[in-house]
């Protein structure tokens, strides 16, 4: 009875997918399940539930999801631990790929047949701190008020990753005609660190998708671009001495200030002069300066300064061009102050190098998430996301999930329970699309 009852809450977790009818032999654990589009049967498949644990619904797993803290200085590996547990229950196969410095981990998986054409279901499974934030509930905890899902993760994007899991069941019972794959990754909020080896075993490893679907907050819209980053770390180098004797010496945090003040100057050129009708918000590449560190008294030369600045940019070549004027510039305050002291110096390393969403060739990415979204609608983000790299493979790709990128990283993190409905909906859909 057990695993009858596993099946059919299988089932029963997408009502309006299947027809359900008992095997007439009571001693043998399975049930028919039946697809239905529309009014007629496409196809009928007997899920043999041996093995089989009980399914959760989408609410359940989210809760499930938010209790495992993957901040991202922390590892992943419990979530991922989970979640392959309960895929070796039910006969499914994944593969593991370890991050080389240990402790966390994407993780891959397919549902239905070794064939090319395939939808990609893309998240990302860490989530930003809570440090300094005030909650009026446990973070990790999921708690409803109002209607609404609260937990850190909800949102970004754990939301989309229950949405897709409790469907597996419903998956396996449907007799996919084109595979339904699964890429959770590492480390997307701090350089998406996990997604170039996660791309790599899916294009090694998986016959040639043809969609990929990445459910970042979205409110289930379209977007088919974003904008790229390059994060920046740069470094001057000064020459130490008493403050009051400035000829002996090169104060590092003047130099870097008058380089940032050359970023300054170019954002604000890119500002004056915006592109229109791109979508984007603010239309124009983006320069900023984050984070400032130099000097260690306040009556010492500094011997050295580093800050870190980003360039977001809807084109990859535009992103180059500002890297290429700033370095330019670095040179020039550079050959200044090693005449005087050769022991000075500048460098730039560059931290991450994200490209953009570009919408190029995604076309069957948007007509299929169209489809499954019921809208026809598309928008451009400026935030950055991992569309990028699959688009980069050469894989047709767009973003759409559940929740709002409002939302996202804030104290009180939430995901309205139609917004999960609607994630809920988009995986009947995918089912019904994958099975034609």
């Given at each position: 009875?057990?695993?009858?009852?596993?099946?059919?809450?299988?089932?029963?977790?997408?009502?309006?997918?299947?027809?359900?009818?008992?095997?007439?032999?009571?001693?043998?654990?399975?049930v028919?399940?039946?697809?239905?589009?529309?009014?007629?049967?496409?196809?009928?498949?007997?899920?043999?539930?041996t093995?089989?644990?009980?399914?959760a619904?989408?609410?359940?797993?989210?809760?499930r999801?938010?209790?495992?803290?993957?901040?991202?200085r922390?590892?992943?590996?419990?979530?991922?631990?989970?979640?392959?547990?309960?895929?070796?229950?039910?006969?499914?196969?994944?593969?593991?790929i370890?991050?080389?410095?240990?402790?966390?981990?994407?993780?891959l998986?397919s549902?239905?047949?070794?064939?090319?054409?395939?939808?990609?279901?893309?998240?990302?499974?860490?989530?930003?701190p809570?440090d300094?934030?005030?909650?009026n509930?446990?973070?990790?905890?999921?708690?409803?008020?109002?209607?609404?899902?609260?937990?850190?993760?909800?949102?970004?994007?754990?939301?989309?990753?229950?949405?897709?899991?409790?469907?597996?069941?419903?998956?396996?019972?449907?007799?996919l005609k084109?595979?339904?794959?699964?890429?959770?990754?590492?480390?997307?909020e701090?350089?998406?660190?996990g997604a170039?080896?996660?791309?790599?075993?899916?294009m090694?490893?998986?016959?040639?998708?043809?969609?990929?679907?990445?459910?970042?907050?979205?409110?289930m819209?379209?977007?088919?671009?974003?904008?790229?980053?390059?994060?920046?770390?740069?470094?001057?180098?000064?020459?130490?001495?008493?403050?009051?004797?400035?000829?002996?010496?090169?104060?590092?945090?003047?130099?870097?200030?008058?380089?940032m003040?050359?970023?300054?100057?170019?954002?604000?050129?890119?500002?004056?002069?915006?592109?229109?009708?791109?979508?984007?918000?603010?239309?124009?590449?983006?320069?900023?300066?984050?984070?400032?560190?130099?000097?260690?008294?306040?009556?010492?030369?500094?011997?050295?300064?580093?800050?870190?600045?980003?360039?977001r940019?809807?084109?990859?070549?535009?992103?180059?061009?500002?890297?290429?004027?700033?370095?330019?510039?670095?040179?020039?305050?550079?050959?200044?102050?090693?005449?005087?002291?050769?022991?000075?110096?500048?460098?730039?390393?560059?931290?991450?190098?994200?490209?953009?969403?570009?919408?190029?060739?995604?076309?069957?990415?948007?007509?299929?998430a169209?489809?499954?979204?019921?809208?026809?609608?598309?928008?451009?983000?400026?935030?950055?996301?991992?569309?990028?790299?699959?688009?980069?493979?050469?894989?047709?790709?767009?973003?759409?999930?559940?929740?709002?990128?409002?939302?996202?990283?804030?104290?009180?993190?939430y995901?309205?329970?139609?917004?999960l409905?609607?994630g809920?909906?988009?995986?009947?859909?995918?089912i019904?699309?994958?099975?034609?």
């Amino acid at each position: 009875m057990a695993y009858e009852a596993c099946a059919e809450a299988a089932i029963s977790a997408c009502p309006r997918l299947f027809r359900l009818s008992r095997h007439p032999d009571r001693h043998v654990h399975c049930v028919a399940a039946t697809l239905v589009s529309g009014d007629s049967p496409v196809t009928g498949q007997t899920l043999t539930t041996t093995n089989c644990v009980d399914p959760a619904s989408a609410r359940e797993w989210l809760a499930r999801l938010v209790a495992f803290d993957t901040t991202s200085r922390n590892s992943n590996l419990a979530l991922i631990e989970a979640v392959e547990t309960w895929l070796d229950s039910l006969g499914v196969r994944s593969m593991r790929i370890a991050a080389t410095e240990g402790g966390k981990a994407n993780l891959l998986f397919s549902i239905g047949p070794e064939v090319a054409g395939g939808v990609v279901l893309s998240s990302h499974t860490d989530v930003v701190p809570i440090d300094g934030q005030d909650w009026n509930s446990d973070p990790w905890t999921l708690s409803e008020r109002e209607r609404r899902l609260y937990g850190r993760g909800t949102a970004d994007m754990k939301g989309f990753i229950a949405a897709g899991l409790s469907r597996v069941p419903a998956m396996l019972a449907a007799g996919l005609k084109r595979p339904i794959h699964f890429a959770l990754s590492y480390d997307e909020e701090v350089g998406l660190l996990g997604a170039p080896s996660l791309i790599e075993a899916l294009m090694a490893r998986v016959p040639r998708p043809g969609v990929v679907i990445v459910g970042e907050p979205t409110g289930m819209r379209l977007v088919d671009r974003h904008k790229g980053i390059m994060g920046l770390r740069t470094t001057v180098l000064g020459h130490e001495a008493h403050s009051s004797q400035t000829h002996l010496g090169v104060s590092a945090n003047i130099v870097a200030t008058r380089l940032m003040s050359r970023i300054v100057e170019i954002a604000d050129r890119l500002a004056s002069t915006p592109a229109t009708g791109n979508g984007f918000e603010p239309p124009h590449t983006t320069v900023t300066i984050g984070l400032v560190k130099g000097g260690t008294a306040p009556n010492i030369l500094a011997r050295e300064c580093a800050f870190v600045w980003d360039i977001r940019s809807a084109s990859p070549n535009e992103a180059r061009a500002v890297y290429d004027e700033v370095r330019a510039y670095a040179r020039e305050l550079e050959s200044g102050i090693r005449a005087r002291f050769p022991d000075c110096g500048i460098t730039t390393e560059i931290l991450s190098d994200v490209p953009p969403l570009t919408g190029e060739g995604n076309a069957p990415a948007l007509a299929l998430a169209s489809r499954l979204a019921d809208t026809s609608d598309s928008e451009a983000a400026s935030y950055v996301s991992e569309a990028g790299l699959f688009e980069l493979a050469g894989l047709p790709t767009v973003i759409c999930g559940p929740g709002w990128i409002a939302q996202a990283h804030q104290p009180d993190e939430y995901l309205e329970l139609s917004q999960l409905a609607a994630g809920e909906s988009f995986m009947d859909r995918l089912i019904e699309e994958s099975c034609q």
